[in-house]
């Protein structure tokens, strides 16, 4: 008998962008109306760097929660080759941050403070460290010479690997891992690391962005890699494995500014995550580790409860409708487009 039907604990989102001002205004309600909480991504322009910043970027974004909404925003700091340890400690001490992120220098959008010499932030990290706070890696090298389909497995020779080394206690978090060589990473690293996944990733391959025509909505970054390493990444996820968590990076660019010569990187995926996370699990025959992939897993890294509150997924006859892009006052945002139908409406 097909299941219909699927009680969850609330979801929350391990890796979300949300901007500032218009957009933030415009993305948010796509995200409280189905996750309890967020870890927010700080390459805002100019980034969210100290405690301070962090702080005020908080109430920005419980200013714009909608009225009767229970989300809670986790925030970050990006990363910098003159971030101060103490600062560091000292907003994550006081529950005003739950991790840093380290972009290197030129990786992604809004990278450009980010780190250029690793060298010059291992005090920090050594800190960091022994106080607990977690590192989320944009684990991709800029290095020119390197294809832009390998750029995250020789992040891992390059970088990750020897940071590990270097900083053994460092909990480390691999976000947005695209490879079947960063899913192998995490499966042999014990216990201090762990991956989030996105949802886009499950589902679309580089063909899907490439073949027929070029589909700027499927550009992101890391972009998206052959069908052998999707795969991989969705046997992860549906392993129930409690290192593997859903980050979404739902990160919404003006409509304009990817369908462009020079597309921006970023999936919009916000709106209809949870119907799409459920049609994949539900294909992989795994409905029953949706909770721990979208619910559980997160929070047990983070040293949190999962949230009180459970959300209801019922798969209904006739497609669900949600909106193709978002009305935001300077344009629309393109909503992801899984390819096909979807059956699993959140309620
Ligand atoms: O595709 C991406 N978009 N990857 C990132 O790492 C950053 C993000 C953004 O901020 O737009
Ligand atoms: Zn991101």
Redesign the pocket.
Known sequence: MTQNRLTIRRPDDWHL?LRDGAMLDAVLPETTRHFGRALI?P?LVPPVVSGDDAKRYRERIVSAVPGDAQFEPLMTLYLTEATQAEDVVAAHRAGLIHAVKLYPAGA???SDSGVKSMDRVTGVLEQMAEAGVPLCV?GEVTDASIDIFDREAVFIDRVLNPLRERVPKLRVVMEHVTTRDGVQYVLGAGDSMAATITTHHLIINRNHLLVGGIRPHYY??PIAKREEHRLALREAACSGDQRFFLGT?S?P?LQHLKENACG???VFNASNTLSCLAHVFEEEQALDRLEAFASLNGPRFYGLEPNPQSVTLVRQSQAVVYPAEIETSDGPVTVFDPGFDLYWAVH
């Open positions: 962008h991504m390459n992604t959008t809004n944009h992101c970054l990076d990160a660019h921006c990187a970023g």
